[in-house]
């Protein structure tokens, strides 16, 4: 998680103070400036990621062992839900890293309901699942890129919305990336185009 941290922190230095002081006082609900383990659940059950709520987000974002979480570990906690990361469907745990995701559920869901897995539920192979072929979140990136470039995209001038034949794949792949602009703040065609691929 410390790699979490890190990057939250550089993340946080580019960006206004504003979005973690309002997350901070969203999720505060006594005003003492800290989030308890009872308050966070709270908002993340209210948030519909009931699944992080359930997980040990606490105690990976926690870096000073408190019990609380105070602003710098709010900043964490707001990259960490705004960067989608994934809880193990075996463990239940957060995955802070790297993972491994079913490729079937993943075109063929939309990616909330995606099965991922930890290194570790994966690696023991501890996991019930009813497909075998996983890919870690670097190849998945990949495949995507791959896919988008297969694609054929044209730009409407009056929706400024890719115009497609693609596959359901490549439909996914565009909710995928729509779904990455709208963390980044962003426009779809411009993660195309940073991606190398408008």
Known sequence: MEEAHQVAEAIFENLPKRKAEELLKSID???DDK????ELKGYLKKADLKAMAKSNIFSLIDRNKDGYLQFDEVVTLSYVINS???VCNHCKKLIPGAFLTCKDCHWKKPAKESYNLCI????????KHKHDEFLDNYTLFEEMQEMLQES???STSETNKPETNITEKGKNVLQTLSHIAEIVGCT???VIAA????
């Open 35 to 38: 989030i308890s383990v009872e």
């Open 152 to 154: 054929s995209f044209r």
């Open 195 to 198: 991606m190398g691929l408008g």
């Open 84 to 86: 989608s990361r994934p």
């Open 29 to 31: 609900k006594n005003g």
């Open 188 to 190: 779809a065609s411009v």
């Open 120 to 127: 570790g539920c994966y690696k023991g192979g501890k996991y």
